[in-house]
């Protein structure tokens, strides 16, 4: 019995190893079908798969091709669908909305919706009012869900500011709190500038040097012009910047040259430079540099600057809607603008609370995330440069960025 009983374990155990070998043989069988598909398929020309279609390619497992007019089982490869046919490719057929006709000569559209055509001026003035209330209605909705999709761009939380390169904190909003640097292209902390320097060693560095690259500052104002005009050239937005409020001023030896300087701006702010985009909303807001005040145009530009993270403009976007009755919008304004640190927003949003324009609730969330922006750049080093020299603030309110 115990002989019997050991002789079907063998039996049992030959027939499992039996199986797992088909079982891999299977599938290596399997993969090979699926290459052998994959080459046959990118080998074969456009002319060949348009014969196909309305058939089904399956790959045989000597890897032949074979063609069937049924589907094959779900275990087997199978590819359906060949292009289409070169004279099918464009099925689009053009009606006249007023007199029915078809064909290539109904090319009239409707110049406000662009949703119906005609086939000449002639129908489209017969059908304009029919027409007129669908298309009036579709320009309302194609109104609303625009002003949608640039509201949702807006109030979108814009991401934090960058990191000081030296201390690893976040960089504080205000011009005073930061610096660039011309040598490297590198915005550092007023902390990091104001620091000693040491070297790898712990000696202290003598002399004033950049914190990040170690080069010596420019000598005089010809140097710092060569330099920012080679940053131009790797696009840094920062140094066409600053060319711009050297041109806006003619400082650093530089001639006034209001149309070089909105040209440099311009072209910072299309790279990104929040800024830029600021500033030229003020151009507009005040009506300097040979352009009239324009409110429309200062709040795209501001609107632009705000979406690339400007405190400064959002704050004004802010008290333009409040000045509108807009309360809801402007208090969605002064929220971020409180995250971004303006302590100005905050207390807008403290004076909506007591007017009875928001609620507490409001209040108290712009409180905690001006409290958590404190927390994220504060610093003993930030502290010392501060108390050092005025000109060194990072916490505060800021009088606006550019020209003002």
Known sequence: ?????????????????????????????????????????????????RRLEGKWLDISKDGELIFKDSPPKEDELFFKDSP?????????????????????????????CNLVMYCNAVCKKKHRHKHKKDCEEHLRRAAERAAELHDEKLFKQPPPTEDCPICFLQLPYIGTGIVYMDCCGKIICRGCSYAPLYDNQGNKVAGKKCPYCRTPPSSNVEERIKRLEKRLDLNDTQAMYHMGCYYAKGLNGLPQNNSKALELWHRAGELGCSKAHSTIGNVYNIGMMGREVNEQNATHYWELAAINGSVIARFNLGCIEFQAGNHDRALKHFTIAARGGNPDALENIKGMYMDGNTTKDDYTKALRSYQAYLNEIKSDQRDKAAAFCDDFKYIGSANGEGLV
């Open 84 to 112: 289409p046919k070169e004279d099918c490719q464009n099925t689009t057929i053009s009606i006249c909305a007023n007199c029915g006709k078809e064909g290539s000569e109904v090319t009239n559209t409707c110049n406000k």
């Open 1 to 49: 019995m115990r002989d019997s009983a050991a002789s079907a374990d063998r039996k049992m155990s030959t027939s499992c190893e039996q199986k797992n070998e088909h079982s891999k043989e299977d599938s290596a069988l399997d993969t090979s079908r699926i290459d052998a598909a994959s080459d046959i398929l990118s080998r074969l020309s456009f002319d060949s798969l």
